[in-house]
């Protein structure tokens, strides 16, 4: 199976803060690389695919780049409706997994 | 806008079947793929399989035999089988459109319901 890493596990920031998460797998996945967004309570969101994608509808303050082993999200000018947890996913090979996520919290 | 509502016993006894229906509205169940995917506090977020409309199904290994999909395209429905289920097994359990072939990614998902595993 693939192992994917994510960092920082949680971290405080300030609203109109630029964030960063990483995420790292355990062998190349090109870039069949994506990003969720999960708030409490609700089902995870998809915000990225394919490394860089935007989805549809997802402000354009998120970004994400990497390929082969080495991913980022990019949330910039931090909004309230931010905080949350946010996991990187492959879907490279079978099994398909997740990132144990991060936890974004409000300084 | 794609909707995806999962249906089935909240509580399962150890040993028994955890069965799970997702039904869909705003998409044919005969274009891409459907998921199964978990989430619980010990274990983060699980894939546990997918299915397609020809009946190809994938299953995560770590389950084992344990599990099983159908799916019924007269009702836009696919549903999970999971057998002899023990307390590891509680968690909440999503259902999601997997975007095979033009992306592989899950695009649409469900709002997920608690499925425990207890006596």
């Known amino acids: 199976d693939i192992q994917m890493t994510q960092s920082p596990p949680s971290l405080s920031s300030s609203i109109g803060d630029s964030v960063t998460i990483t995420c790292r797998a355990s062998q190349s996945i090109t870039t069949f690389l994506n990003w969720y967004q999960q708030k409490l309570g609700n089902a995870p969101k998809l915000l990225i695919f394919?490394?860089?994608t935007l989805q549809s509808g997802v402000p354009s303050r998120f970004s994400g780049s990497g390929s082969g082993t080495d991913f980022t999200l990019t949330i910039s000018n931090l909004q309230p409706e931010d905080f949350a947890t946010y996991y990187c996913q492959q879907s490279y090979s079978s099994p398909l997994t997740f990132g144990g996520g991060t936890k974004v919290e409000i300084k | 806008q794609v909707q995806l509502q999962e249906s089935g016993p909240g509580l399962v006894k150890p040993s028994e079947t955890l069965s799970l229906t997702c039904t869909v509205s705003?998409?044919?169940?005969?274009?891409?793929?459907w998921t199964w995917i978990r989430q619980s506090a010990g274990k983060g977020l699980e894939w546990i399989g997918r299915i397609h409309r020809s009946g190809h199904t994938q299953y995560n290994p770590s389950l084992g035999s344990r599990v099983s999909m159908s799916i019924d395209t007269s009702k836009n429905q696919f549903s999970l089988r999971l057998t002899s289920v023990t307390a590891a097994d509680t968690a909440v359990y999503y259902c999601a459109r997997d975007r095979i072939p033009d992306g592989y990614y899950f695009d649409f998902w469900g709002q997920g319901t608690l499925v425990t595993v207890s006596s």
């Open positions: 705003g998409d044919s169940i005969q274009t891409y793929y």
């Open positions: 394919g490394a860089s």
